[in-house]
């Protein structure tokens, strides 16, 4: 299946193409410290280029394949908006995976044999964090402040999955708060690591193991409420 | 050729079909209605909804008017000025929903979407440049001189809040919730617009530019924070029980000084051009004091049905079809823009 496989969960812009052989094409946008996030502009043109190194037309794609985080509020609705008005141009089936299964996936792909901690920057002081091993899903996905995310695995009792795990933290999120990481013994693998980037390779490749429901629009994974609402109810006590 | 454009600037999550020629296939509004309870548009709620509805109401648009895709020659979206997150949603899906089936398209400026809804074909019939137009909305107010269909100048913009803005926070100030323009109309109806004397918002010079008084008065800018201000003075003084009596009063006073000042920049714009036509859009356009008033200037005043003056995709479609379009890929890293004009 030829799948097209965008993330802008976090600053970068990544896009993959997967083709009919199996193989991945892809491309990325990765803005410098303190530059604006490329989601609007570097997307399509990101997505145009893989189609054009892979010879193939828009309606060649099979499926549409899109991260929804969680991560960055505005950058994943560009994302998925993006995506679903290519889905409804092209009557494809759109897929939206976790940016967290992403970012996962592939630290096991390349070997990693205990856990993975997948952590995205969620600002505030906070990681969007999730687990996952080779069986699959440790915990589902959180906003949690780092100094917390020990209580997590440390509050699971003996026999559960979190025993004797060797944890592997990747992400923005491990970058960010690798001295919290590194104090719970958790390893961190250098800033520079390829581990810490989301792949579009592995959104597209996450999105064939997903029936895809056209009756259900994706939407983003937000795990925050906004801000107003919070406001709002704190207010009415 | 057959335009279909999306709107998403701020509240109401919009797409329209409009023929080449200006005929309106389909015009779909979803009004979110979900920003009440905050006194106010949340730009984070208003950007969830927006991605929320973006299908179902291009979905519609298009079962409305009878058509697919295939037979739509070009794609138009709002790129601002407006909330940038809010836009973000419509405007990335209108260039994928483009992209993929190769079509052209159209940035359009929400403003000149605005002028041109004039130029749809209605029962109304088309109104034609030259003309001077009034904007008026929650969102902008500005006065513009439109030469041709392709743009506008504008002669002058307010300074501080929007008119719309003045209506709902006078409302609020009143007691009338949020959004209360509307219901500040409704009480006014039963008060004396002479019992009050507010400024007309025209009269207080631009803070800090060395702008007098009376220069102020000449320009065609407009300020109407301290109408608003002087309305908060106004219901300190009052009891709780006089408030409740003048209440009526106070209402119609403070729209009558909205209304003067909208219409004084007008009959300004049209002395200053010389024209005699003027056309009237925004959601300040529905109000009934403004349209008497407008009816009784003397000059030919066109005003767009109420659905074609708030924010709508059909204005949109409207302008696409006189500002140049880019063929694809040329958009592909098109972003939008919060305030003014696009940067590049
Ligand atoms: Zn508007």
Redesign the interface.
């Known amino acids: 299946m030829i799948v097209l496989g965008v993330d802008t969960a976090t600053p970068a812009t990544a896009v993959g193409l997967l083709l009919a052989d199996g193989s991945t094409l892809e491309a990325h946008d990765h803005p410098a410290p303190g530059e604006r996030p490329g989601h ?6 990101l997505a ?1 280029r893989l189609l054009t190194e892979a010879g193939l037309q ?2 060649s ?1 099979q499926r549409i394949a899109v991260g929804v985080g969680p991560g960055t ?2 950058g994943l ?2 994302g ?7 889905a ?3 009557s494809l089936d759109l897929v939206g995976v976790s940016s967290l299964q992403a970012l996962a996936r592939r630290a096991l792909k390349e070997g990693q044999r205990g856990s993975v901690l997948a952590a995205i920057d969620a600002r505030r002081g906070e990681v969007f964090a999730g687990g996952w091993s080779a069986a699959g899903e440790l915990f589902t996905a959180r906003a949690l402040a780092p100094d917390d995310l020990g209580d997590l695995l440390e509050h699971q009792g003996p026999g559960s999955a979190f025993e004797h795990h060797n944890w592997l933290a990747v992400g923005d999120g491990a970058i960010r708060f690798r001295s919290h990481f590194e104090g719970r013994g958790i390893e961190v693998p250098s800033d520079a690591s390829p581990l810490h980037r989301i792949r579009g390779a592995d959104i597209c490749e996450l999105a064939l193991d997903v029936e895809s429901h056209r009756t259900d ?1 994706v ?2 994974d ?1 795990l925050r409420r ?4 919070i406001a ?1 109810q704190g207010a009415a006590g | 050729m057959n335009v279909l454009a999306i709107e998403s600037s701020c509240d109401d999550t919009c797409a329209a079909v409009v023929q080449g020629d200006g005929q309106v296939l389909a015009n779909v509004i979803s009004s979110q209605g979900v920003h009440s ?2 006194g106010g548009v ?1 730009p ?2 208003a ?2 909804h927006h ?2 509805l ?2 179902l109401v ?2 519609q648009a298009l079962a409305e008017a009878g058509l697919s ?1 295939d037979d739509i020659g070009l794609v138009a979206a709002t790129r601002g000025p407006g909330l ?2 809010a836009l ?15 079509l052209a398209f159209a940035p359009v400026d929400h403003l000149q979407g605005h002028v041109a809804a004039n130029f749809l074909r209605t029962e109304q019939g088309q109104f034609e440049p030259p003309f001077i137009c009034l904007i008026a909305s929650g969102g902008h107010t500005l006065i513009a001189h439109v030469r041709e269909r392709e743009g506008f100048e504008v002669l002058g913009r307010t300074l501080d809040d929007a008119a719309g803005e003045a209506f709902d926070k006078g409302a609020r100030m009143l007691g009338l919730g949020y959004p209360g323009g509307a219901a500040l109309e409704r009480l006014a109806a039963g008060g004396d617009p002479a019992a009050f004397d507010f400024p007309a918002g025209g009269a207080r010079p631009r803070a800090g530019m060395g702008v007098g008084r009376i220069e102020f008065a000449r320009s065609l800018d407009f300020s109407f924070a301290g109408l608003k201000t002087a309305l908060l003075y106004r219901v300190r003084e009052l009891s709780e029980s006089e408030l409740a009596t003048l209440a009526p009063d106070l209402a119609a006073s403070y729209q009558a000084a909205i209304v003067d000042s909208l219409i004084a920049r007008c009959e300004q714009a049209l002395k200053v051009t010389g024209l005699e036509r003027l056309a009237v859009g925004g959601g300040v356009a529905a109000n009934g004091e403004l349209r008497r008033r407008l009816a009784s200037m003397g000059a030919t005043v066109h005003v767009p049905a109420p659905i074609l003056c708030t924010d709508n995709a059909a204005m949109i479609a409207s302008a696409a079809r006189f500002c140049s379009a880019l063929a694809y ?1 040329a958009y ?5 823009y919060a305030t003014g004009e696009s940067a590049a």
Request: no cysteine; proline share 9%.
């Open positions: 609007a502009t570097r997307l399509l043109p145009d828009w309606d794609l509020f505005t609705r560009i998925v908006a993006t995506a679903r008005g290519l409804q141009s092209l629009p939407l983003p937000y906004p801000d107003a609402e709002l | 309870r905050f949340v984070e709620i950007s969830r991605l929320e973006i299908d291009v979905l895709l940038v997150g973000l949603v419509g405007f990335s899906y209108a260039k994928g929903l483009a992209a993929a089936h190769r890929p592909l890293p098109l972003d939008v």
